[in-house]
């Protein structure tokens, strides 16, 4: 009984709730005008983009520079060897010592060779004067033919004999082959040689000469004569030209030998063995000069930029370096007029809708101090796919 009475009071609770609603729906207290408040629903889905600061820049026409990389070489070197076995009576210059052509560097023992060719003259003097008597007594008709041919014989031997005792003597005095440099001495007085020992090395950096590889795609943009910059590990910046560009190339590395001629003031002021970049003078193009710090390479590897096209989505265009110098890097491969995203690119994927938000010009790192909006970038990756 006391269970039926406490059913029956709470289904009158719940009626007399439901009427009391539905009066109060029906007396039209509710107001349909708006309210001040805010409508928390997005106006527009330009929130759920990320906000990209990327700066217009348009390309334009510069001069184009080949680079290779080389070494310094000497335009002229020759390994100064003996061609004489003697004994070394004197060193005239010392190594290290710039020279002129024809001086005397060291000195060879010549031994008996003076005396040698003095004999040799004396003969020559008598084949001489017996060649003469035998000719007149030709023309006497008091002599064969073929004694004269004997008499003419003997002479040029005499003669012979004089010119290679000459040219022996002559090779005891190592001289100068050119206007040089005496690099090296590997002898001293007193040292024995034989005949081919080395006894130094001659060289000439007047022109001095820098030999690099260039890579075969680039083998046709160099030409004879080009006007070549040169900057060396020393710190030293000297002008050239080409002068030999190679006509068969390496199979292995696929690349090509180039020599720049370089004008020196003195022997002394070339050096081989120095680290050198060249930069070597090409025909004009039409490029863009972007900061090295916003170059990216891509899953494949290649080198690029990030972009944003006209349907405001990110795009990876890759690049070719084409020059570089004290205002920066010059590049190809993109568009006349570009977005080029300067500030957030590492937080952004290719293929993605971004807001543009334009900087000034003077923006072109990602170390700008304008900062991307954080509540706006989704992704925070760093990797270009």
């Known amino acids: 009984m006391e269970c039926a009475i406490k059913i029956n009071i709470n289904q009158i609770v719940v009626i007399v709730l439901l009427v009391a609603i539905v009066g109060w729906l029906g007396s039209g207290s509710i107001s349909t005008q708006p309210t001040n408040k805010p409508d928390l629903k997005p106006a527009s889905t330009s929130l ?91 023309g006497q008709k008091l002599m064969a033919k073929s004694k004269l041919a004997e008499a003419k014989a003997q002479l040029e031997a005499a003669k012979a004999n004089v010119d290679g005792l000459t040219q022996r003597l002559n090779n005891t005095s190592i001289r100068a082959p050119f206007d040089g440099i005496f690099s090296d001495r590997f002898v001293d007085i007193g040292h024995l040689v034989k005949f081919g020992d080395q006894l130094g090395t001659f060289v000439n950096f007047m022109p001095m000469l820098i030999r690099g590889l260039v890579p075969e795609k680039n083998r046709h943009k160099i030409k004879l004569g080009q006007a070549a910059e040169i900057y060396l590990l020393n710190g030293q910046r000297l002008n050239g030209e080409v002068h030999y560009i190679a006509s068969t190339g390496n199979d292995k590395t696929h690349t090509f030998v180039v020599e720049i001629n370089v004008p020196m003031n003195s ?103 304008i900062e991307v909006t954080k509540n706006t970038i989704r992704s925070n990756t760093h990797k270009t796919n």
């Open 48 to 138: 759920d983009l990320a906000r990209i600061q990327v700066k217009q820049q348009t390309a334009i026409t510069v001069h184009q520079q080949i680079y290779i990389h080389g070494r310094t070489f000497p335009s002229q070197q020759t390994q100064l060897r003996a061609e004489f076995a003697s004994k070394i009576i004197n060193i005239a210059k010392d190594k290290g010592t710039e020279v002129k052509k024809g001086e005397l560097l060291m000195q060879l023992d010549p031994q008996d060779l003076p005396s040698l060719l003095r004999h040799g003259k004396a003969l020559v003097n008598q084949r001489t004067l017996e060649y003469e008597a035998a000719n007149r007594l030709k």
């Open 267 to 369: 022997q002394n002021d070339g050096a081989a063995g120095i680290t050198a970049r060249v930069a070597i003078s090409g025909e004009d193009i039409v490029a863009h000069l972007i900061s090295p710090a916003l170059f990216e390479l891509n899953a494949k590897g290649h080198l690029g930029v990030k972009v944003v096209d006209k349907t405001d989505h990110i795009i990876f265009v890759p690049i070719e370096i084409v020059k570089a110098d004290e205002t920066g890097t010059w590049v190809t491969g993109l568009d006349p007029t570009i977005d080029l995203v300067v500030v957030g690119q590492g937080y952004v994927k290719v293929g993605q809708q971004v807001e543009k938000v334009y900087i000034d010009d003077q923006i072109d790192s990602p170390e700008s101090p």
